[in-house]
Nanobody, 121 residues
Framework: QVRIKESGGGLVQAGGSLRLSCSASGRTFGTYHVGWFRQAPGKEREFVAAANIGGTTQYADSVKGRFTTSRDNAETTVWLQMNSLRPEDTATYYC???????????????WGQGTQVTVSS
C-alpha cells in the first residue's frame, strides 16, 4: 500500500502563496487518484482539488482560479499550488489516494497526517 506525507504548510499573509507537496512511499501514485482536502477547526473535512490518473483535475468552486494541482512524471509527488490565499483558506490540508477520483473523503483509501496552513489577514 502507499504511504503518504504532506509538507509545505505554514503561515502566510493574505494574498500570498504556498505550495504543498504530497509524497508517496512504499508505492508510487501511478495507480491511484489523489485528492486534496482541508479541515478547519469545528468544520467538516471538505474537498479542495483532485489530481486524477491520466492528468485530469477537479477543483472546489471556492478555490477555482487560485489553486492548481499537478502530478510529477515519476508519480511520487502531487503538488497543490495555492495562490491569492485568503484567511478562510486556513485549515489543515490533507492528501488522500484512492482507486476512484477522490472527490469525497469517503473515497480516500490512504491518508496523510496533514499539514497546517494559516493565512493571516
Amino acid at each position: 500500500q502507499v504511504r503518504i506525507k504532506e509538507s509545505g504548510g505554514g503561515l502566510v499573509q493574505a494574498g500570498g502563496s504556498l505550495r504543498l507537496s504530497c509524497s508517496a512511499s512504499g508505492r508510487t501514485f501511478g495507480t491511484y487518484h489523489v485528492g486534496w482536502f482541508r479541515q478547519a477547526p469545528g468544520k467538516e473535512r471538505e474537498f479542495v482539488a483532485a489530481a486524477n490518473i491520466g492528468g485530469t483535475t477537479q477543483y472546489a468552486d471556492s478555490v477555482k482560479g487560485r489553486f492548481t494541482t499537478s502530478r510529477d512524471n515519476a508519480e511520487t509527488t502531487v503538488w497543490l499550488q495555492m495562490n491569492s490565499l485568503r484567511p478562510e483558506d486556513t485549515a489543515t490540508y490533507y492528501c488522500a489516494a484512492g482507486y476512484t477520483p477522490v472527490v469525497l473523503p469517503s473515497l480516500g483509501d490512504y491518508w496523510g497526517q496533514g499539514t497546517q496552513v494559516t493565512v493571516s489577514s
